[in-house]
């Protein structure tokens, strides 16, 4: 079975500090994988996506960078942060198909990384 | 673009009170409708996915049904652990978009 992991939980990071964070999936190869961050009362938004390593689509432009260094490697960065930045950021993965139907569509969400920044 | 929207916002029901979640949408070519549950501080946890209308899905208390423009999620006879967000979104290409959620609370 497929397991999607991500570290570190929570973090509490300064104004200005980069940040790092990191997803990994396991049981599964060539995933579609995504990165989300969810605000209080608000839906999930789409900050970036990738279909392979290195291949790397942004949503939003923003304060954030993605990379994926290997096949189920994510990594969500910033030199900076911001105040903005904030939020809860989820990591998904989804098998490797962009066709209309069946199980290839589904994402699978990550436990979640809780980010304050003061 | 696309938008999700989810009723409603919170629903308090008590032990074995039935009811139902909206969620209506806005896409120019659906291609899956896709329910999720929340727990707090948790990511979403896949429960659904409808692609036609007329299409139903069912898991224990859990029943999500679609028609053109929308999708019911229904709740019968819950349970103090049904209590959590559940999050709607509708896949448009390889993008889903998110409605807001709404939060459910079962008491005892």
């Known amino acids: 079975s497929q397991t999607i992991h991500q570290w570190p939980a929570t973090l509490v990071q300064p104004v200005g500090s980069p940040l790092s964070l990191e997803c990994t999936v396991e049981g599964t190869s060539n995933p579609n994988l995504y990165w989300y961050r969810q605000a209080a009362g608000r839906g999930l938004q789409l900050l970036f996506y990738s279909v392979g390593i290195g291949q790397i689509s942004s949503e939003v432009p923003q304060n954030l960078s993605a990379s994926r260094p290997q096949d189920r490697q994510f990594i969500l960065s910033s030199k900076k942060l911001l105040l903005s930045d904030s939020g809860f950021y989820l990591c998904a993965w989804s098998r490797s198909s962009f066709t209309s139907g069946g199980p290839g569509d589904t994402q699978y969400f990550g436990p979640g990384t809780r980010l304050t920044v003061l | 673009e696309d938008q999700v929207t989810q009723s409603p916002e919170a629903l308090r029901l008590q032990e074995g009170e039935s009811s139902s979640l909206n969620c209506s949408y806005t896409?120019?070519?659906?291609?899956?409708l896709f329910w999720y549950r929340q727990d707090p501080g948790k990511g979403p946890e896949f429960l659904f996915t409808l692609y036609s209308a007329g299409e139903e899905k069912e898991k224990e208390r859990l029943k999500a049904t679609l028609t053109k423009k929308e999708s019911f999620l229904h709740i019968t006879a819950p349970k103090p652990e049904d209590s959590a967000t559940y999050l709607c979104?509708?896949?448009?290409?390889?993008?889903?978009?998110f409605g807001a959620g709404t939060t459910v609370t079962v008491r005892a």
């Open positions: 896409v120019s070519g659906l291609r899956g």
């Open positions: 979104a509708v896949r448009d290409d390889y993008k889903l978009s």
